[in-house]
T-cell receptor
């Protein structure tokens, strides 16, 4: 069965520190997508990144970077030089095809990041 | 560009009262639409999804129902709310592979 585990429930860092959010997934599919979303205090889920299962190349976008490793079924997210605006709940998600060709995302429980000034 | 809106943003309802949450998507046709619920400390749970008008799939047996009367409209309803229905409800539409979410509707059942 598909599953996403975010073992870190809450993390606190001091501004300008680097922080890594862990994500471990389980799936029997050979083709799948992984995602990260940010949920600021306002509540709206903001899409950050998508990776497909055939592309293990790491990605960097500004202060954000993502490390995808199929060997350990992990898709970790690192914020470099954290800022107060990074404070949010971050969700990792996995694509899932269920019966009749339906498509949905399965989410982890999220990691709450607090960046202290 | 595509946009998605939900309303109302906040709702406080007594137990046993009806519910109607609406979601509208603009700028795309025949999108896959989703209702997720986020209860406190429990992550995101998929409630319903729809691949087209009148086509609804339910993921979790519950007190809620969904309808899609128009291509870009997705409605979440209940005839009688329970305390356990409290939570943050998010509507989403599917892009290529990712989902894009609305602002959310926070429901408190008292």
């Amino acid at each position: 069965a598909q599953k996403v585990t975010q073992a870190q429930t809450e993390i606190s860092v001091v501004e300008k520190e680097d922080v890594t959010l862990d994500c471990v997934y389980e799936t029997r599919d050979t083709t799948y997508y992984l995602f990260w979303y940010k949920q600021p205090p306002s509540g709206e889920l903001v899409f950050l990144i998508r990776r497909n299962s055939f592309d293990e190349q790491n990605e960097i976008s500004g202060r954000y970077s993502w490390n995808f490793q199929k060997s350990t079924s992990s898709f970790n997210f690192t914020i470099t030089a954290s800022q107060v605006v990074d404070s949010a709940v971050y969700f990792c998600a996995l694509s899932l095809y269920s019966g009749a060709g339906s498509y949905q995302l399965t989410f982890g429980k999220g990691t709450k990041l607090s960046v202290i000034p | 560009s595509q946009t998605i809106h939900q309303w109302p943003a906040t709702l406080v309802q007594p137990v046993g009262s009806p519910l109607s949450l609406e979601c509208t998507v603009e700028g795309t046709s025949n999108p896959n639409l989703y209702w997720y619920r986020q209860a406190a400390g429990r992550g995101l749970q998929l409630l319903f999804y729809s691949v087209g008008i009148g086509q609804i799939s339910s993921e979790v047996p519950q007190n809620l129902s969904a309808s899609r009367p128009q291509d870009r409209q997705f409605i979440l309803s209940s005839k009688k709310l329970l305390l356990s229905d409290s939570g943050f409800y998010l509507c989403a539409w599917r892009g290529q592979w990712e989902l894009f979410f609305g602002e959310g509707s926070r429901l408190t059942v008292l």
